[in-house]
């Protein structure tokens, strides 16, 4: 049989074509074999779209060519789609070069034609047999269904159970052991100690002696989590006066059996070293498995002195992505469990004497951390702020502010009512620059314009979104162009393994994080040159 018989001339002409258009910039710089895989999933899509459009074409009895006008078409069909690959292939060095020049990146010279060629390739055949399979066992089931149905009824069974059944053998079989095995091993990695972290001897750290969670029960993410950061000798020498540490507390996945008893033992950790007793405390929620961004923490440190205390808590082994799939519920109910002990405790407390509360989360912590609470629970007293950075598109507060936006503003920095209660930053706009007052209770989201965490939306599918309107943001390519389909494959690669340098995407850098927090909590004593100061040793460290 020729091989090319089998082909569809509208799938490869349509695949073709979306992987051609998967070779264009998106909002991140993609390595070579990230973009071999998203070309060939990308040309899979094309094809089996194409291939739906020629059996609808059958389905409605219209005419097709002779077999040798066909396989004629089939053969000149493939040697325009290689032309066309080949052109396209040239130009992509120059799309991805459009992105890393925004993002201060050095230019490549080439992107390895022929390795993206063929790890598209290899994508496209293993999903084009899985497509053959699904299309034969679709038929068997269909036949045999036919004897007791009509045809057409029989047709949309077999269809409706081909899918059942795959999808029990990927996500019952393959997904969830895959997962399983995930789990465990990322459990296992969090339980072991690490050499060069030592268990602490200040009684105010958590997992000391005196502490209420043992040093195992932190976990590996909490054990950096309580010894890093800026320490008292620091702040003194950058002050130039006596300065306090800092307190943080961390309560791991292993210290209790239910997030409500790790909440609790969380309140009386932070009660015991002192947290209540600080001008400022932040509620931060960490990421699936369990990191805190530390720029985001020791900017707000040095910020207020030392006079500050963080409270976090640990919800999943795994890291966000995987987190986010399979234990979203679990990480917002770990979320409102911790803010309504600490909550209820802040909030007991006289007005006059407790610290000032603010929350905090980076992208999965941004996302459990609006869904730690809701107006009802605050609406009597209050707590001082929010500071969401990288916030996920699923997040609702961001979701319901971004599509209310005030007309005219763009969707990738909105202002929302004037920002009177929630202002938007970025890289190159600051939240103190809006005018008008901006209330007692604050909530500030952190966002750069090519993060693709934040501006994933499913719905790009078949729709333009709103962010690539313009003007765009600044570090938005003007070559990324929106295609059906391609544009929402090439924002999950961008998810999935995009890397952007700090300051980009989704890598929130720490001068911004001190603008963010400037801004928000209005610490005193602050002057230009202090700032600049700061600025500088934070860059030095970037």
Known sequence: MHPFRQLSVLGLLLGTLFFAFSLTPSLVPRPFHVQGILSGLSFAAGYWLGFAGRWLWCYLG???????????????????????????LRQASEWQNSVRM????????????FSIGLIALLVFVVLLLLGRLFRKTFIVLSDRLSRHVPHRVSLVLGVAASVV??????????????????????????????????????????????????????????????????RAAELSDFFGEEMPAP?????????????????????????????FDRSVMILATPTGRGWVDPAALDTAEYLHRGDIATVTMQYSYLPSPLSLMVEADYGAESARALFKAIYNHWSRLPADERPRLYLHGLSLGALNSDRSFDV??????????????????????????????????????????????V?????????????????????????????????????????????????????????????????????????????APTGYGHEIAAPDYIDA??????????????????????????
């Open 62 to 88: 219209l005419p097709l060519p002779r077999p040798r006008l066909e396989l004629t078409l089939k053969c000149i069909a493939a040697a325009f789609c290689l032309v066309v690959a080949g052109l396209f």
């Open 247 to 275: 307190l943080r507390v961390y309560v791991g996945l292993n210290a209790a059996e239910t997030p409500e008893e790790r909440a609790e033992l969380a309140l009386q950790e932070f009660k015991r070293v002192g947290g």
């Open 376 to 421: 009802y629970d605050i609406i009597d007293d209050p707590f001082d702020g929010v500071l969401w950075s990288g916030p996920p598109f699923r997040s609702e507060t961001w979701s319901m502010v971004t599509r209310d936006r005030d007309a005219g503003t763009p969707a990738w920095l909105p202002t929302f009512r004037d920002g009177a209660v």
């Open 517 to 542: 927090w400037l801004a928000l909590t209005e610490p005193e004593g602050w002057s230009e040159s202090d700032l600049a100061r700061l600025r500088a040793r934070f860059d030095h460290r970037r």
């Open 165 to 230: 059944l795959f999808w029990s053998v990927i996500d019952g079989v393959i997904f969830t052991l895959a997962l399983r095995a995930a789990d465990n091993s990322y459990q296992q990695l969090d339980v072991l100690m690490q050499d060069e972290v030592e268990p602490p001897e200040d009684p105010t750290v958590t997992g000391g002696a005196e502490s209420l969670v043992s040093w195992e029960a932190l976990g590996g993410r909490g054990r950096r989590f309580v010894t890093s950061g800026p």
């Open 102 to 113: 925004l993002m201060e990146m050095d230019e490549v010279g080439g992107i390895r034609p």
């Open 423 to 499: 202002r938007f930053m970025n890289q190159y706009e600051r939240l103190d620059t809006m005018e008008g007052r901006w209330g007692d209770f604050r909530i500030a989201f952190l966002q750069y314009a090519s993060d693709p965490v934040t501006f994933f939306q499913p719905s790009m599918f078949y729709r333009e979104p709103a962010w690539m309107e313009s003007p765009r943001g600044p570090d938005v390519s003007p070559e990324l162009r929106w295609y059906p389909v391609v544009t929402m494959l090439q924002l999950v690669a961008d998810i999935a393994a995009g890397k």
